[in-house]
């Protein structure tokens, strides 16, 4: 069976601080993954999503990076942390070529920049 | 722009039916998901249509009319484990989905 796991589950950084948060998917091969974050109150707002290794798109411009260096693993990160990137993030996957394509969600990441 | 209308919150009692609404302006429609959050927790699929009519799972059912951009996802025999918000989101003309700000659904006993 398929697994998605994400750390740090909770996590506090100061502003300007640099980020790393990671996200891996056991039980299946070229998924297609998405980073998501979830402000207080609100809606999912996609930030990347990637169809393979190297190949990331990007929906909002914004101080946040995405990379996928192996085809299950996803790494959102940042070099300076601003307040307005506190929130909840979620990293997902989906099979790719399927009309149906739902998406699985990780555990999240809570992030509290102060 | 692209745009789903959902109520922000509604209130039920415990045992009772419940219908949360949602309407969408989209570019392109390649179907409508319905998803359960509960607080502090990741998002869950519930159901899935792509056609017009009723999709029935359980004690949850979920309506879609393309021709109005409209969809319903509807609880019957409420339970307290049903208090969680209620996520519509489309999937437009790119394959992306675009997710409602959600419904949170709180049942009082």
């Known amino acids: 069976s398929q697994t998605i796991h994400q750390w740090p589950a909770t996590l506090v950084q100061p502003v300007g601080s640099p980020l790393s948060l990671e996200c891996t998917v056991e039980?299946?091969?070229?998924?297609?993954l998405y980073w998501y974050r979830q402000a207080a109150g609100r809606g999912l707002q996609l930030l990347f999503y990637?169809?393979?290794?190297?190949?990331i798109s990007s929906e909002v411009p914004q101080n946040l990076s995405a990379s996928r260096p192996q085809d299950r693993q996803f790494i959102l990160s940042s070099k300076k942390l601003l307040l307005s990137d506190s929130g909840f993030y979620l990293c997902?996957?989906?099979?790719?070529?399927?009309?149906?394509?739902?998406?699985?969600f990780g555990p999240g990441t809570r992030l509290t920049v102060l | 722009g692209q745009n789903i209308d959902q109520p922000t919150e509604m209130t039920a009692t415990e045992g009772a039916i419940v219908q949360i609404n949602c309407t969408y302006q989209?570019?392109?429609?390649?179907?409508l998901f319905w998803y359960q959050q509960h607080a502090g927790e990741a998002p869950t699929f519930l159901s899935y249509?792509?056609l017009d009519g009723l999709e029935e799972k359980g004690r949850f059912s979920s309506f879609l009319s393309r021709s109005k951009g409209y969809s319903y996802l509807l609880l019957k025999e409420l339970q307290m484990k049903d208090s969680a918000s209620y996520l519509c989101?489309?999937?437009?003309?790119?394959?992306?989905?675009?997710w409602g700000a959600g419904t949170k659904l709180i049942i009082k006993p």
């Open positions: 997902a996957w989906s099979v790719p070529g399927q009309d149906y394509n739902e998406q699985f």
């Open positions: 039980g299946t091969s070229n998924p297609n």
């Open positions: 990637s169809v393979g290794i190297g190949q």
């Open positions: 989209t570019s392109g429609f390649n179907g």
């Open positions: 249509n792509v």
């Open positions: 989101a489309v999937r437009d003309s790119n394959y992306q989905l675009i």
